[in-house]
């Protein structure tokens, strides 16, 4: 592939930031295709199945004021209906603060990760939890994702009522009623595959305890997680402990070990180095249960010997690691099953402006292309009580803050004409009100729209219920429902 423009670049100051189009050019727009394709993964057979009617009810949904900015002329419309009006983010009685999606640039960050995955050989399970987005899961499951990754047994339960049918929970499962209500899944649907962390003994013994008063028949599949180092997250310390939890699973009858996993991004102060030496820990680990016969211990199912174990599951792959996982994984050895090299990065489907802009992979390998910041918040300034402030009607409320503040980045006058906010930084947020400083000369008006661009996306999509996917041209083609 060329080499595009770098990450690190700021964002064009046009309403809809222009992006470059060699990824999108390459993949057909699919927006309003079925999933019946090959996931072109190394391992693993099709998704198989058209989009489930459940997402498509979600453009049934009424339009109502639960839905932050929408046009308050909408109110009653169905989201569909409103989304064939085909309105103007800036003409069409969208009212401020408004988060704004772009098209053009959310499928070009699904297409070029679909392409990096497919070049490095990575079966792909993006990180549901970035999002919580059923449309997303199925625009990533369309652009080769094998499955979706998640966090917590909520999120499992949006996701199977929206037809996922293969899913990675990066977390240790011991709630009981959650367990009874996966068990009662898994035996229903002979399709659906889900695996989880274990990563202690005691988590085993909670799991297998459940399982058994749920009367499950299916085993659930789990992976060993080892922990990125002293002082990391989750995961167990020592490639010891983590052969007593797998002891501890060989010694249930409702698991089944299939692999290990982990998360390089906890690796304690992270180098490229330290994160593949780390990453090599967790292969050999993989090699070490291998030899020692601890995967493939039969069928899922116990009345239905064709359901052997099929794989050997090695995962890891956040958003700032993943060129260390392509590289390091490229190097598995022969195992006695095919290797589901699974890589689990999420932040990409929006990437951002601020935090994963930074520690992007592609600003390493920069030949592999670069990702392009999806959200533009929109907010009006309603106060300039001073020739050095302004104040804007977006606040905590409305826009990610826990890692980075949100950066200005255009003004847009009544007129339409847009402006460089060259001059003007927001320096605070209040639940409410975004608080600027301005620089001499700057003219910034009561009433001009600000654009601005967002650090974090998980922390940006779970503030909104209901997100306008917007065109170039500042045309609202639909509507991106979360679940949070």
């Excluded at 003409?91 to 960050?109: D, I, K, M, W």
């Excluded at 797998?246 to 102060?269: I, M, Q, S």
């Excluded at 030899?291 to 069928?299: E, H, V």
């Excluded at 909104?464 to 949070?484: E, H, M, N, S």
Aim: charged letters at 25%.
């Amino acid at each position: 592939m060329a080499a595009e423009k770098s990450a690190e670049q700021p964002a064009t100051m046009s309403a809809e930031q222009p992006v470059d189009q060699s990824v999108d050019q390459s993949v057909e727009r699919r927006a309003d295709q079925s999933v019946e394709r090959p996931t072109g993964q190394p391992v693993g057979k099709p998704v198989g199945k058209p989009v489930p009617e459940a997402v498509a009810r979600l453009a049934e949904e009424r339009v109502d004021p639960r839905f932050k900015a929408l046009p308050p002329d909408s109110d009653g419309l169905t989201v569909g209906e409103l989304a064939a009006q085909r309105r103007n983010l800036f003409t069409g009685g969208f009212t401020t603060p408004v988060l704004a999606l772009s098209a053009e640039r959310l499928e070009h960050n699904l297409a070029l990760m679909e392409q990096y995955a497919t070049r490095h050989a990575l079966t792909f399970a993006p990180h549901g939890k970035t999002s919580m987005a059923p449309q997303l899961f199925w625009r990533q499951l369309e652009h080769g994702a094998w499955g979706i990754t998640l966090a917590v047994p909520h999120q499992v339960r949006v996701a199977r009522a929206f037809g996922i049918r293969r899913i990675f929970l990066a977390n240790e499962l011991v709630d009981a009623a959650a367990l009874r209500w996966l068990a009662a899944e898994l035996d229903a649907d002979a399709d659906f595959r889900f695996i989880c962390y274990v990563d202690s003994v005691r988590g085993v013994q909670l799991m297998d305890a459940a399982l058994r008063a749920a009367g499950a028949r299916r085993r659930v599949d789990v992976v060993v997680e080892l922990a990125a180092g002293d002082g990391a997250r989750t995961g167990a310390r020592t490639e010891a402990e983590c052969a007593a939890v797998a002891d501890a699973v060989a010694a249930t009858g409702t698991l089944r070990l299939v692999g290990v996993a982990g998360y390089e991004g906890e690796v304690p102060e992270p180098t490229p180095e330290r994160v593949r030496t780390w990453l090599r820990r967790l292969v050999a680990l993989a090699a070490e249960f291998d030899a020692a016969g601890r995967f493939g211990a039969g069928p899922a199912d116990p009345a239905d010997p064709a359901d052997p174990a099929c794989d050997i599951v090695i995962s890891a792959g956040g958003s700032a690691w993943f060129d260390a996982v392509a590289d390091v994984f490229a190097e598995i050895p022969d195992l006695s099953l095919p290797v589901l090299k699974l890589l689990r990065s999420g932040a990409y489907v929006s990437h951002d402006d601020g935090h994963y802009r930074h520690l992007t992979p592609f600003n390493r390998v920069p030949d592999e292309g670069a990702l392009h910041p999806a959200f533009r918040l929109w907010a009006q300034v309603v106060s300039r009580p001073t020739p050095e402030q302004a104040f804007i009607n977006a606040g905590k409320r409305d826009a990610a803050y826990d890692l980075d503040l949100p950066e200005v980045q255009v003004i847009r006058r009544a007129d339409g004409t847009e402006l460089p906010a060259a001059g003007v930084t927001l320096h605070a947020l209040s639940d409410q009100h975004g608080w600027l400083r301005t620089g001499p000369g700057v003219d910034l008006q009561v009433g001009d729209w600000v654009g601005l661009g967002l650090s974090h996306p998980c922390t940006s999509f779970d503030k909104w219920q209901l997100i306008p996917l917007v065109a170039a041209d500042g045309t609202v083609t639909d509507y991106v429902r979360t679940y949070f």
